[in-house]
């Protein structure tokens, strides 16, 4: 069975510029959330979604947005982009939104440089 | 929010068994604990989750003492391709686990 599949893997955009990152998630996995990982740190959440709907929100500023699909994939949206915006976007997927023991699983990411 | 802490590395040679300790003082009575492994430019690849007493499977063990403050991640005979960082994470308190609070990880180096 395929993983958590994500696109593009890699990417170069202009400052100012829009972006847009896709996640394909695990077959039957109906929550998807979305990680920033900047390079010598730990990834940092930035939305979840499950059924469609915005579960979860971290801290990021109101120029990254997120949306589910019926068929459960994701995109992530980032507006006027910053160098600093410059990271690994990783998506992950679970079967449940919450609960203990709800095991969620990475894609290999999207590589996000900034110039 | 539960917050880990773990050592920041740690070095090890093949063939050794390698103890990685996370503490969680914080940790909420619904939390499991979960640890992952990521290799440079790649996604963190689930390892081992547990809630309490001992879990094992096919590439590690998970000791979780009865007061669950704390957590063992144990690695049988090491290899090379080991070399990773390792993540300790405990959802954030609420029991929604689609939000994982990430640390800085332990850098396991292996060494020949």
């Known amino acids: 069975d395929a993983g958590v599949t994500q696109s593009p893997t890699h990417l170069i955009k202009t400052r100012g510029q829009q972006v847009t990152l896709r996640c394909s998630p695990i077959?039957?996995?109906?929550?998807v959330s979305w990680y920033q990982q900047v390079l010598g740190q730990g990834p940092q959440f930035i939305f979840q979604y499950y059924e469609k709907e915005e579960r979860g929100r971290g801290n990021f500023p109101d120029r990254f947005s997120a949306r589910q699909f019926p068929n459960y994939s994701s995109e992530l949206n980032v507006n006027a982009l910053l160098l600093g915006d410059s990271a690994l976007y990783l998506c992950?997927?679970?079967?449940?939104?919450f609960g203990s023991g709800n095991t969620i699983y990475f894609g290999e990411g999207s590589w996000l440089t900034v110039v | 929010l539960a917050k880990t802490t773990q050592p920041v590395s740690m070095d090890s040679y093949e063939g050794q068994e390698v103890n990685i300790t996370c503490s969680h003082n914080?940790?909420?009575?619904?939390?499991?604990i979960t640890w992952y492994q990521q290799f440079p430019s790649q996604g963190p690849r689930f390892i081992i989750q547990g809630y309490k007493t001992k879990v094992t499977n096919e590439v590690a063990s998970l000791f979780i003492p009865a007061d669950r403050k704390s957590s063992t991640l144990s690695l049988p005979r090491v290899s090379l391709s080991d070399t990773a960082v390792y993540y300790c994470l405990v959802g954030d308190g609420t029991g929604n686990t689609g939000k994982l609070i990430f640390g800085q990880g332990t850098t396991l180096q292996v060494k020949p």
């Open positions: 914080n940790i909420a009575t619904n939390d499991y």
């Open positions: 077959s039957g996995h109906k929550s």
């Open positions: 992950a997927s679970s079967f449940r939104d």
